[in-house]
């Protein structure tokens, strides 16, 4: 079976630090990766994604992500946060049993961003 | 724009009653699914359609019901047998068979509290 641990569930940053969200996963088959990112009250958004070749992926607002198969991990980091970046974060991960898709998440990372 | 749609955002219930939740999208998307979210707990899988007039339990479906009449619309219904409904619900979609990777889209998501 598979499963996601994220292993902060709250991180606290001040701005224009740098941060790192932690995501393992465990798999027995190959797996597509996604970060979520929700504000209140809000539905998610995709951040970013990896779904094969560069093992480094960016999104457009400066988060990045790296896939590294041996940890089985999918951080996700910023090399400097603003307070616009306060949300909670989930990471993902997605295989194909049987034709369709099923998604795992993990629990969440809230990420409080102070001035 | 395309997207998905849920209503109401806010929704009081009293006990033993049944509410129905609404979800339109129009992004062409053949699969939707219903998430729960709970504090600390990530996004829980009720129940998921991946093609018209054809759904599957998730890992928490009891107390839940859907259907899947049109390829736009997927209602998810809260019957009185659910013992804790009180929580955030999100749906979402995602692409066809042959182009899918899991990516989802949500909606803002439907608040249910129950008095």
């Known amino acids: 079976a598979q499963s996601v641990t994220q292993l902060d569930s709250q991180v606290p940053v001040f701005e224009e630090a740098p941060v790192e969200l932690r995501c393992n996963y465990s798999s027995s088959v190959s797996v597509y990766l996604f970060w979520y990112v929700q504000y209140p009250n809000q539905g998610l958004q995709l951040l970013l994604k990896?779904?094969?070749?560069?093992?480094l992926v960016e999104s457009i607002n400066g988060f990045e992500a790296e896939f590294n198969k041996s940890q089985t991990s999918f951080h996700l980091r910023k090399p400097s946060v603003h307070i616009s970046d306060t949300a909670e974060y989930f990471c993902?991960?997605?295989?194909?049993?049987?034709?369709?898709?099923?998604?795992?998440f993990g629990a969440g990372t809230r990420l409080f961003v102070k001035a | 724009d395309g997207g998905i749609t849920q209503s109401p955002k806010y929704l009081f219930r009293k006990e033993g009653q049944n509410v129905t939740l609404s979800c339109e999208q129009n992004?062409?998307?053949?699969?939707m699914y219903w998430y729960r979210q709970d504090p600390g707990q990530g996004l829980r899988l009720i129940y998921y359609s991946q093609i018209v007039n054809d759904f599957q339990k998730g890992d928490i479906a009891e107390g839940y019901s859907v259907s899947r009449e049109k390829k736009e619309s997927f209602p998810l219904t809260v019957t009185s047998a659910q013992k804790n409904p009180t929580a955030f619900y999100l749906c979402?979609?995602?692409?066809?068979?042959?182009?899918?990777?899991?990516?989802?889209?949500f909606g803002e998501g439907s608040r249910l509290t129950v008095l």
């Open positions: 993902a991960v997605s295989v194909s049993p049987s034709g369709g898709f099923k998604t795992i």
């Open positions: 992004l062409n998307h053949d699969a």
């Open positions: 979402a979609s995602s692409r066809d068979r042959i182009v899918n990777t899991g990516e989802l889209f």
């Open positions: 990896y779904l094969s070749g560069s093992t």
